[in-house]
């Protein structure tokens, strides 16, 4: 069948619905429920399995366990159950397997083993009729609806806020969080700024992402997202390990994305930025209007977002600039070579 | 103080230390009484805390506890204890603190908290009169005498093979690990073919390089090393999550390094080398004689090493190629631009 629609015509339609899938997040009434599921296993440590994208919204809800749950959390390396066959005691332990499809075969090998076990199983995928929501104790559906281009949007925002939504239920919601939708709008509005930075890199054969804490989810995202739809090479560090050896690539021709919001997170940078300006570099930063001014250009930030609630916001500049520099370099960020929608890895 | 020393002499020595510092800790009484003191505390959960190259050790060290212990494990975030000040609930887990100098504060503060939060501390460093040596419950000296080189080399197998003889105790020791260091100057012998081709990378900008299951840690190792002393982007993906994006990038410009061993981990790259080769790249293959022949070229392994011991042996002809890389592109790895020895992050 050939295709009829313009180059980038399903992404870019999808980072634009992503303000309601989040209003249907908020007023979906599925976590009260899975969140009493939870509370009443009384898990001692939580254990995430994800791939790709799910794999950074994974990171994300690592943070939120450990700050806000004040539990250890991990990221299990599925080939420990499926190529080694690993039988871990799993007993008190909250296992949570992430993926937009819900039809990943080592994911589903993973809580399958997992729930045989004793560990409490959750599903957070965009399909509640795949197997992996079948598998679980408990499904979360991240209700993002059909998603279509090959790199995924819409699907990973509704993964950090249904993740949140979960995660932190007990603690009630506040007014920022009705509020995501509303900035996500307005944050979305700045697109024209995004293309324009776009052509600053259509040259570039490779850059570097970096961040702290919870925002360190977004640099590996923007990275990947970068990789995907204009096959530059991008590698995400956190600020503290690219201060560990990856300093050393740095220089005037590897461009930096930073983001550096208000919290404790963003403070952890400060000693970053300036490292890399002494490095020649050429520093495109998200986060507030202090940070971006003390770098080469950048996107600010809505203010008063609790650090916890930001990575929703903040990939949103970082999926324009994917999109609008794969259409720079001549791509199609809607068909990019050699992938498919959905990967089956064993 | 005006150094006198050819380039990349320190870098060379310290690679070539290594079978004896194997054979130090091969001869080493302090597992039993660790592995005992790990066996009464009854863990029921393993955290890993490092940076850099001790990281890649701490990634192997999860592999073996999740397939030899049977127990869960993560990768500590410590931004959570140190920015975020989380305080997290530590009782039945052990909390393994990795790092060469034992100096860095971020992982003194996780290891100060994991202790008083109830977990059982234990400290892998190359310096039994460092901070990080003090505060833990029990240390691990990994014997691998001063390393001067930016570049750890003998202080990341040291790592290694400590992590190996302390959490595999119980089982007692094979012949293959007793030969582990005459197997490792055999291959260090084969050092003239690295040589050669790391001639065949002098003006490639970025590579990647894949394993999976115990060997991805020496993918990322190898990753490193090489934008240390190289200044390459080089990036490191497990092969299941090259298939979920990143293959994008692939392509005849971007050489590919893999490892491809004999175990379940090396077959699970059986289905990732055809699809490299598909997307026209050029694969180096540290591996099995059939992988390396299905490649552009590699280095052959020996044969009948366990898995789970491979890595000491697996990542030596990386490290020569990284030296090798730097020295044929005008740099010095024993002083990489940007880069000091002992990285604090707070």
């Known amino acids: 069948m050939t295709t009829t629609r313009a180059p980038a015509e399903l992404m870019s339609t999808e980072i634009s619905e992503q303000p309601d899938v989040w209003r249907r997040l908020l007023g ?34 690592k943070y939120l366990v450990e700050v806000v749950l004040e539990l250890p959390a991990g990221l299990v390396s599925p080939s420990t159950m499926t190529a080694y066959g690993a039988k871990p005691d799993l007993r008190d332990v909250l296992v949570l397997g992430i993926s937009q499809s819900g039809g990943s075969p080592d994911l589903l090998t993973s809580l399958e083993v997992a729930r045989a076990q004793g560990a409490l199983t959750v599903a957070v995928t ?166 971006v001014a003390r770098s080469t250009g950048g996107i600010v930030l809505p203010r008063g977002v609790p650090e916890e609630l930001s990575p929703v916001l903040e990939i949103l500049p970082f999926q324009q600039l994917a999109l609008h520099l794969a259409v720079a370099r001549g791509g199609n960020p809607d068909e990019p070579r050699g992938l498919r929608k959905v990967t089956e890895t064993l």
Chains 1, 2 share one sequence.
């Open 28 to 61: 979906s009434e599925q976590f009260a429920a899975a969140a009493q599921q939870i509370a009443e296993y009384r898990p001692r440590m939580v254990w995430l399995a994800a791939r790709g994208t799910s794999d950074h919204a994974a990171l994300y809800a």
């Open 126 to 291: 965009n399909n509640a009729s795949s197997t992996l929501a079948q598998v679980a104790a408990v499904h979360i559906d991240v209700l993002a609806g059909p998603e279509l281009a090959v790199a995924a949007t819409k699907s990973y925002t509704a993964q950090l806020l249904a993740l949140y939504l979960l995660l932190t239920h007990s603690r009630g919601r506040s007014a920022t969080v009705e509020a995501l939708p509303e900035l996500g709008e307005r944050l979305l509005g700045q697109e024209h700024q995004v293309q324009e930075q776009a052509q600053r890199y259509r040259f570039a054969q490779r850059l570097v992402t970096t961040a702290r804490g919870y925002s360190y989810p977004t640099a590996r995202e923007a990275a990947l997202k970068l990789m995907e739809t204009s096959y530059l090479s991008a590698q995400a560090f956190s600020g503290a390990d690219l201060m560990h050896g990856p300093l050393a690539v740095i220089d005037a021709q590897v461009p930096v994305l930073a983001v550096v919001g208000e919290g404790p997170g963003g403070a952890a940078m400060g000693a970053v930025l300036p490292r890399l300006i002494d490095a020649g570099a050429d520093v495109f930063t998200v986060g507030t209007a202090e940070a």
